[in-house]
């Protein structure tokens, strides 16, 4: 497959010229102009690029890529191994960060529902990055039910603001680093969220909102959006893909 026809089905896909956001998505680093083996992930730690490496990969495709706004400009430190890593062995690196998180179908948060059980019902916050719905999994049916649930889908257990005894009503998610939502959550009708991460305040601001707040991991809500998205370019294309998933407990 050719580096230019992946990189445009992937903006078309991902719809990436209609997102805004806090860094490139697409092609950040150029390397090989033929895609044979892309070694999918979650972030471009050099860990994953090592094993990248190692197992012959040409194209890295992430969720979390390189060149944060704000962040310092100068190649050095961390930021100079990973480059030249990825220079010296020609590859390419691709990332897609809220795009993938937006994704109806092949999205981080879509395919967070699907493999918690969750119905979506609609969208909310900006950019309609956040989700809600019901809980249609058997057998969850209070807020300690499905911190539970989650512990053994996700393989972690989450952090849980809240009475474990609520019924769950409207649950409304968002993965990543999105505890800032919990505001629009809440005026969106949940009374329960699920994000990746939780902040001091997000403590203070559930208990006041009533709500139960989980904070199930920003890696571990992450992690199915990339695979879902190398699958589809194997059934499409029929380039071969690989997943690495690098352990992070946040």
Not at 88 to 105: C, I, T
């Amino acid at each position: 497959m050719e580096r230019g026809e992946l990189i445009r089905f992937l903006a078309d896909e991902l719809k990436v010229s209609d997102v805004q956001d806090y860094c490139p998505n697409g092609l950040q680093v150029e390397g090989s102009s033929s895609v044979e083996l892309i070694a999918c992930g979650v972030t471009a730690s050099q860990a994953f690029i090592d094993k990248a490496i190692a197992c012959g990969a040409d194209t890295l495709l992430v969720h979390h890529g390189y060149f944060w706004r704000g962040e310092e400009p100068v190649i050095s430190g961390i930021k100079k191994q990973r480059l030249k890593k990825i220079l010296e062995n020609d590859l390419n690196l691709l990332a897609y960060h809220l795009p993938l998180d937006l994704h109806p179908v092949i999205g981080n948060n879509a395919q967070l529902a699907r493999v918690l059980g969750f119905r979506p019902d609609g969208r909310f916050g900006r950019q309609n990055l956040g989700w809600f719905g019901t809980v249609e999994k058997a057998g969850v049916g209070c807020v300690g039910e499905l911190a539970a649930h989650i512990e053994k889908v996700l393989g972690r257990p989450p952090m849980l603001v809240g009475d474990v005894d609520a019924s769950i009503g409207r649950i409304a998610w968002c993965s990543g680093a999105a505890q800032g939502m919990l505001t629009d959550a809440v005026n969106a009708g949940s009374t329960v969220f699920l994000s990746g991460e939780i902040s001091e305040q997000t403590v203070h601001e559930a208990r006041e909102y009533g709500v139960a707040y989980l904070a199930c991991g920003h890696h571990a809500t992450e992690t199915y959006g990339i695979r879902a998205l190398g699958q589809l370019l194997t059934e499409k294309f029929g380039v071969n893909h690989v997943f690495f998933d690098v352990y992070n407990p946040v």
